[in-house]
């Protein structure tokens, strides 16, 4: 379980979270929805050591993530699959793939990522450039399994894609929850993490302002993503 408590961080002078409180247990997949501006990078920036000043706790493994270094959280078996996907242009598909170290032991293999995602090993001598937008995101996320996190952070993966390269990303993340992964999902797309989340929660100006179970979030939808601009 990741447990993030009365959580503030600052940007400069720039207060933006303002004691955001969620939990994420292990094995589901939570949303975190929010609109632009928000603070949905900047709590997972937090959880990944990445932002200058904090306070609160995020309780994981028996640590505060607070207290520890990028390195050290990576190793406990937390990932970040970021906004901008992070892609290496110069390098190929594969080189992209091989890249981040493996950091725990249950991480797929080469071989097993081939078979949930064909199109990477079709693709492995081009360059990341070379791939379409879709195509990027999925590199993104077959890196990160590779790596042996369990724990994974998923920053707007749908941004930017087609409606049916969407579907294929939910088919994965649907796929990737169903192997026993713990799931940070942030979105501003309230009807892609519908049939995907455990537990749905709203983000405002630097806080929580609403939890949802499914049942109820299918039937506030339309209100959420009115909340969402979008
Ligand atoms: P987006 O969908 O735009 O990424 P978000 O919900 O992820 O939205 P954050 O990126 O966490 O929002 O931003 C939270 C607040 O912090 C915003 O007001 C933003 O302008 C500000 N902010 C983000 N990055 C920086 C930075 N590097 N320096 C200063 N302020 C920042």
Redesign the pocket.
Known sequence: MLEIRNLHAW??E?H??HGVTMDVPEGRVVSLL??????????M?AIMGLMGRTEGEINFGGANLLTLRPHRIARKGIALCP?DRAIFPSLSVKENLLLPPVIAKGGMSVEQIYQLFPNIRERGSSRGTQLSGGEQQMLAIARILRTGARVLLF??PTEGLAPVIVQQIARTIADIKSRGYTILL?E?NAHFVEGLADIHYL?EN?AIVDRLEPVEFARQIGRVAQLLGV
């Open positions: 940007y400069g720039s933006v979270l929010g609109r632009n501006g928000a603070g949905k990078t900047t709590t920036r906004e920053d707007e942030v501003q983000i630097g």
